[in-house]
């Protein structure tokens, strides 16, 4: 069996959302459901996938937006690191400041934790906790990649100006949850293009100080 990834670029923001299924069994996972619903669910439909869970790098409303609508029609659980739930509770204000339809503030079903593992059709991944963009972001790593959310862009950082930001933490979380990693491990971001831990190592300009923080 074969872990299979289908990206869904949605909404104003161009988010980067996730629908992850096992390939035998069907069995799969929305990461990052951040607008449009219908066509998340429609494309999970379409592909014979069950979703069994929703998890979410961080609350941001261009992550999180669709998180209760997805809910709501699979009956899949909501998980989150708690640190980020007043995220949540701020989206319907959000929505009104950039004009966007309403949003509804999803329930959080179970908190997720740094180390612990979770399981998307059998196959496992480990989450790391990557504070920094917002106090309880997180990135899940399956075996050959990691999903990021905003804590890592092809040749960029997340931002840290939003409520709950810190450039020195995002930085510290970069260098010790994720330049950690193999080279080869394919990152995929929350916004833009997939990349490769190596790359930005090598590249990333907002890396070139990283091993200095403390």
């Given amino acids: 069996m074969a872990l299979k990834v289908e990206l869904l670029v949605n909404g104003p923001f161009q988010e980067n959302c996730y629908l992850l299924y096992d390939d035998e069994s069907k069995a ?11 066509r ?15 998890y979410n790098t961080h609350g941001h409303i261009d992550h999180a937006g669709a998180v209760a609508e997805v809910a709501q029609a699979t009956g899949a659980p909501f998980a989150l690191h708690p ?3 007043f995220l949540l509770d701020a989206m319907p204000g959000q929505a ?3 004009g966007l339809p309403p949003v509804r503030v999803p329930a959080v079903d179970r908190d997720l934790a740094g180390g612990e593992e979770i399981f998307v059709g059998g196959h496992r991944a480990r989450v790391i906790h990557t504070p920094g963009h917002t106090p309880g972001g997180v990135c899940f790593l399956f075996d050959d990649f990691v999903i990021v959310g905003d804590t890592l862009f092809e040749g960029s950082i997340g931002r840290t100006d939003l409520p ?24 995929l971001c929350g916004h833009g293009p997939a990349t490769l831990i190596g790359e930005e190592r090598r590249y990333n300009p907002f890396l070139r100080t990283v091993h200095a923080v403390r």
């Fill in 164 to 187: 709950g930001g810190s450039t020195e933490q995002l930085l510290l979380s970069i260098r010790d949850g994720l330049l950690v990693l193999d080279d080869g491990m394919r990152v």
């Fill in 40 to 54: 998340l669910l429609r494309t999970a439909g379409f592909l014979g996938i069950t979703i069994e869970a929703i």
């Fill in 83 to 85: 640190d980020d739930r």
């Fill in 96 to 98: 009104q400041m950039f």
């Fill in 28 to 38: 799969g996972a929305f990461f990052d459901p951040g607008c449009e619903a219908e």
